[in-house]
């Protein structure tokens, strides 16, 4: 310690977004106002008793950071045997969310507004999800950016304390170079093998929506690349 000030400061947390306010429509505000209470998870230090949040033993997928919620809704929707927690740090999407969830009378998904890798280490439980989405993450595609991306070696040797055997790890991305990125972060872990079964890349499965942002790309000619990667 020098001058009273440690010298070796906390460093913070890379975080892998960059938190924006942004205003909620009306509509959002009064899905908040009726469903947050019932639907809403708040952080907390300490595991979560799935069967407890859910009122049943179904499986649980998990999505990060589900952007406004339609993907997540129609999954949700369609598979009411499945139960879902979104993660998602932006106000304005998960009030679309809880509105999407209201229009479909879904009651299978609970939702937290925090970190995602908090919410991992913490909440989750070890081996408790049958599978993880993460879709259309943000690229950071600066090279000086990409010690934010999401998808690390660490982050996934948390997520293979999580994922139950024979669970999954569903990753899509339009960037090439992510999707590179994610492919040989992936391959170097001992906990997942890789779905695919020509070449190292998936076609989108059925159950993944395909969102209007994805659509539009399309019609423009980008790519998109959808990995889908097994717990040993």
Avoid at 28 to 52: I, M, S, T, V
Avoid at 93 to 113: A, P, T
Avoid at 214 to 227: A, F, I, K, S
Wanted: one cysteine or more; hydrophobic letters at 35%; a neutral charge.
């Amino acid at each position: 310690m020098t001058d009273g000030k440690p010298s070796n400061p906390p460093q913070r947390p890379i975080r892998s977004y960059v938190l924006r306010q942004g205003r909620l429509t009306k509509g959002q505000e009064r899905a908040f106002e009726r469903h947050w209470p019932r639907l809403g998870l708040a952080y907390q230090a300490a595991e979560l008793d799935f069967a407890a949040v859910f009122g049943n033993r179904n499986p649980v997928h998990l999505e990060i950071g589900f952007g406004n919620g339609e993907s997540l809704a129609t999954m949700a929707r369609d598979n009411p045997a499945q139960n879902y927690i979104g993660i998602e740090v932006h106000h304005p999407g998960v009030g679309h969310l809880l509105m999407k969830l209201e229009e479909y009378g879904c009651d299978n998904v609970r939702v937290c507004r925090h970190d995602a890798v908090e919410v991992l280490r913490d909440m989750v439980p070890d081996h408790s999800l049958a599978g993880v989405y993460l879709f259309f993450p943000d690229p950071w595609h600066k090279k000086r950016h990409h010690k934010r991306r999401i998808l690390q070696s660490d982050f996934v040797e948390l997520l293979a304390r999580k994922i139950q055997a024979g669970g999954f790890l569903h990753a899509a991305t339009d960037w090439e170079d992510y999707a590179l990125h994610m492919l040989a972060v992936l391959h170097g872990s001992s906990d997942f093998h890789n779905t695919a079964v020509e070449g190292d890349f998936v076609p989108r499965p059925d159950y993944r929506p395909l969102t209007r942002f994805e659509q539009r790309g399309l019609r423009l000619g980008h790519g998109v690349w959808d990995l889908i990667f097994e717990r040993r």
